[in-house]
């Protein structure tokens, strides 16, 4: 069965860093390309971060370009987001996700498995 | 403001049919696939429709997807309590990321 678990996520003062991981299993992770979506409170979907089945290719959205990176462990079957500068607009529950197929930075197919989203606040 | 443009709620009663507009451009929908996500009330969003009109394993056909143009359809028939949910469109853009729609909030009446 697939899974996708995330975790790291907390509060933190605008400014601060925080690190978020999704654990996943009963899939081949390396061969995926992993992706980060995010959802303000009340809000609808955000596109945040994409990495490659290699992890060679990384595409980040405008709003956290330069502030986050994003990353894998194909040997740990780890994804992670690392988020500095976080800023109030930042606070969002976020999802790590699956494509169907697509194994680049650069296709979509659908996202068929997601995590059960894990909430950062930005707060002070 | 999101790229793809889908009305803010719909609603039918129980049995009924629905339908769920998504609107965007060539540089998205028109030149790409479309996919569907239902979100449940404090759960993650899943893959209703991939492709245009292709369901994942375990997604019943009461659930279908359209594309025409630029614009993108997800049809609801036999509706039922438990369809209450968010809905989102989302494809490519040529501007190398993923866009979804601001989401539809479907009632049962």
């Known amino acids: 069965e697939v899974q996708l678990v995330e975790s790291g996520g907390g509060l933190v003062q605008p400014g601060g860093s925080l690190r978020l991981s999704c654990a996943a299993s009963g899939f081949t992770f390396s061969t995926y390309a992993m992706y980060w979506v995010r959802q303000a409170p009340g809000q609808g979907l955000e596109y945040v971060s994409a990495i490659s089945s290699n992890g060679g290719s990384t595409y980040y959205a405008n709003s956290v370009k330069g502030r986050f990176t994003i990353s894998r462990d194909n040997s740990k079957n780890t994804l992670n987001l690392q988020m500095g500068s976080l800023r109030a607009e930042d606070m969002a529950v976020y999802y790590c996700a699956r494509d169907l197929s697509c194994g680049g930075t650069d296709c979509y197919n659908g996202f068929d498995y997601w995590g059960q989203g894990t909430l950062v606040t930005v707060s002070s | 403001q999101s790229v793809l443009t889908q009305p803010p709620s719909v609603s039918a009663a129980p049995g009924q049919k629905v339908t769920i507009s998504c609107s965007g451009s060539?540089?998205?929908?028109?030149?790409?696939?479309v996919s569907w996500y239902q979100q449940l009330p404090g759960t993650a969003p899943k893959l209703l429709i991939y492709d245009n009109n292709k369901r994942p394993s375990g997604i019943p056909d009461r659930f279908s997807g359209s594309k025409s143009g630029t614009s993108a359809t997800l049809g609801i028939t036999g509706l039922q309590t438990g369809d209450e949910a968010d809905y989102y469109c989302a494809t490519w853009d040529s501007s190398l990321n993923v866009v979804f729609g601001g989401g539809t909030k479907l009632t049962v009446l």
């Open positions: 060539s540089s998205n929908i028109g030149n790409y696939y």
